[in-house]
């Protein structure tokens, strides 16, 4: 597979995705639990609830977490504290648990959560929600899937919230796109198939061949928050190194 090097002129892409909603197919629904608490005087509650809820934290976030939120819920703490993987597991919701693995690194795991998304009445693809197939599009590119994250980009071109969005990585994967037709292959590239993202670890890591990749840790830590700017800083950096 070919190496993809390319130098994007545009704009420098920083719209971060800021209407995500909070889940709300799985709500609390505990209140049984907490009837016998309204038979307690209000100073004698709260001391109850400030002892009992300091030792059950600390003894057992994940039981204190697992009794006073849904599971949904739960997930999206661990969301904001940035572990994905985490989330990933607990979220019932599809589309954030696919976010969660999306922005872990797990971006096939991405893709076989949502693309496509089987309705339980008669096997029919339910519709992806427009934040859904930002996530897979993004996905597809993540995985040298060109044609199938162009396809979806240009569905969202219309839409007013990812619109830019999908403009600016409809261009990053358009040029990749370029760059690949224009660039004959080695003979090395003709006789096999590489993951593009596996490329750091299947090259020699001496001398100069070590300064033409970005690292993979590194680049998915560029990258993964802003889905915006998910292939730019690699083709630049690509581009630069190779310059030199």
């Known amino acids: 597979m070919v190496n993809n090097k390319q130098v994007v002129n545009q704009k420098v892409i920083d719209q971060k995705i800021e209407n995500l909603t909070k889940p709300t197919s799985s709500t609390l629904n505990q209140s049984s639990r907490l009837a016998w608490l309204s038979k307690l005087k209000p100073m004698h509650l709260l001391l109850v609830l400030i002892a009992g809820n300091l030792i059950w934290g600390i003894a057992d976030k994940h039981s204190f977490f697992d009794f006073w939120l849904s599971k949904d819920q739960h997930a999206y703490v661990e969301f904001k504290q940035g572990n994905y993987a985490q989330s990933a597991a607990l979220f019932d919701d599809p589309t954030w648990k696919a976010y969660s693995r999306y922005l872990s690194g797990d971006f096939l795991g991405a893709i076989d959560l949502l693309s496509p998304q089987v309705s339980e009445?008669?096997?029919?693809?339910?519709?992806?929600?427009?934040?859904?197939?930002?996530?897979?599009?993004?996905?597809?590119?993540?995985?040298?899937?060109?044609?199938?994250?162009?396809?979806?980009?240009?569905?969202?071109?219309?839409?007013?919230?990812?619109?830019?969005?999908?403009?600016?990585?409809?261009?990053?994967?358009?040029?990749?796109?370029?760059?690949?037709?224009?660039?004959?292959?080695?003979?090395?590239?003709?006789?096999?198939?590489?993951?593009?993202?596996?490329?750091?670890?299947?090259?020699?890591?001496?001398?100069?061949?070590?300064?033409?990749?970005?690292?993979?840790?590194?680049?998915?830590?560029?990258?993964?928050?802003?889905?915006?700017?998910?292939?730019?800083?690699?083709?630049?950096?690509?581009y630069s190194n190779e310059q030199n």
């Not at 760059?179 to 006789?191: A, G, L, R, V, W």
């Not at 670890?201 to 061949?209: L, R, V």
């Open 121 to 238: 009445q008669g096997g029919k693809s339910a519709a992806l929600t427009d934040f859904a197939k930002l996530i897979v599009a993004n996905s597809y590119a993540h995985t040298a899937q060109f044609d199938k994250a162009t396809a979806l980009y240009n569905e969202l071109l219309n839409n007013e919230t990812y619109s830019e969005q999908a403009t600016n990585n409809l261009a990053v994967v358009e040029a990749a796109i370029e760059k690949i037709k224009n660039t004959p292959p080695t003979k090395q590239d003709s006789e096999k198939v590489i993951d593009d993202r596996k490329l750091v670890d299947n090259e020699p890591k001496e001398g100069s061949q070590k300064e033409l990749v970005i690292s993979d840790q590194v680049w998915l830590k560029q990258v993964r928050q802003n889905p915006s700017k998910f292939l730019r800083q690699k083709f630049q950096q690509e």
